[in-house]
């Protein structure tokens, strides 16, 4: 097994954002490989508690091998980040005074190729972020109709081909199963014409990205959880959170614009009958990215938007 290596980003402008105080409680619901909460570790002394999330097993080991050297005031959860509120209610916690998400997929985890995650290595279609869970990437490319997969293509990557990559698996699969990620690329390919194909990047890096996001449903997850952690802070505690591609990002841009808002009534009405209060002051007014000197060395970091609120 590779080892997990994974360079953080946006390290330095993450940890000054989430305004780490000493002795608070705070949530990495993606820990990865703990580049992030480490410097939290560090800033939250001896009485503040660090409660890091994943849901790879790989992770949360080199995770605890990095967090150990720092101190011991820390709690690790094999889990989705959206399942936060149980842990919390387990460790008798009612709120916290930050959390970060650094959404996506690890260096680690596109590195290792049995995964599936990546278009350059040959693999069984997976693409599970969480190994024990019962949908991979197999099923939706063998199992979901066309008009389904077009769906996924098309709205999770902007794919301007979606609906042909979608049309030729069909008809492959219909001679027999796709079962790899090579196979799935020489589909993609072939439903490219080759004047789109030479420029642009990879043509598979679209659909590879819908069917990552599908398989471990991403963009559920964030919706469902943005509002609940938003919920659970502390006054003056604050959420990052990191994103790597725009529906991503407009999630959380729209869920922390609507938690500012004082009032949601129509224009016209003569006065507020909403009762809507503002919950948040929300600290980047644009996202923030990545440095010229932070994209030379890391490549990863050339989509990443953070976006920081903090609970009022």
């Known amino acids: 097994m590779i080892e997990f290596a994974h360079k953080s980003v946006l390290l ?31 800033r939250i002394g001896e009485t503040g508690l660090l409660i890091g999330i994943d849901q790879d097993t790989n992770a949360l080991k080199k995770a605890d091998s990095v967090l150990r050297e720092v101190g011991d005031n820390y ?20 709120k916290v005074d930050g959390i970060l998400l650094d959404l996506g997929v690890s260096s680690y985890q596109f590195d290792e190729g049995d995964r599936g ?3 350059n290595y040959d693999a069984r279609l997976d693409m599970r972020m969480d190994r024990s869970s019962s949908l991979s990437a197999w099923e939706i490319v063998n199992e ?23 049309d030729k698996i ?46 471990n449903d991403e ?9 609940r952690m938003i919920n659970r802070l502390n006054s003056k505690g604050r959420m990052a959170v990191i994103s790597f591609h725009s529906l991503e990002d407009r999630i959380v841009k729209e869920t922390f614009k609507y938690r500012f808002l004082d009032c949601i009534c129509p224009p016209e009405s003569p006065i507020c009958t909403c009762n809507k209060k503002r919950e948040i002051e929300i600290i980047t007014r644009k996202p923030v990215v990545a440095t010229e000197k932070e994209l030379e060395e890391n490549n990863r970091a050339h989509s990443a938007k953070l976006r920081v609120a903090e609970k009022i």
């Open 75 to 94: 709690k690790l959860f094999h889990a989705n980040y959206k399942e936060f509120e149980n842990i919390l209610d387990e460790l008798n916690i009612d």
């Open 12 to 42: 330095d402008e993450t940890i000054d954002l989430l305004n780490v105080r000493e002795g608070g409680i705070y949530i990495d619901g993606t820990i990865g490989g703990a580049g992030h909460s480490r410097e939290i570790l560090k």
């Open 170 to 215: 069909v008809k492959k699969r219909s001679i027999k199963t796709i079962d790899t990620t090579f196979e799935l690329v020489d589909i993609i390919k072939e439903s490219i014409p080759m004047k789109f194909r030479i420029k642009g990047g990879h043509p598979a890096k679209k659909t590879f990205q819908a069917l990552r996001i599908e398989t």
């Open 219 to 227: 963009l559920g997850v964030l919706r469902s959880a943005l509002d």
């Open 144 to 166: 979901y109709s066309k008009e389904e997969l077009t769906k996924i293509i098309r709205d999770y990557s902007e794919e301007r081909f979606a609906s042909k990559i979608a």
């Open 117 to 119: 995650f990546s278009y």
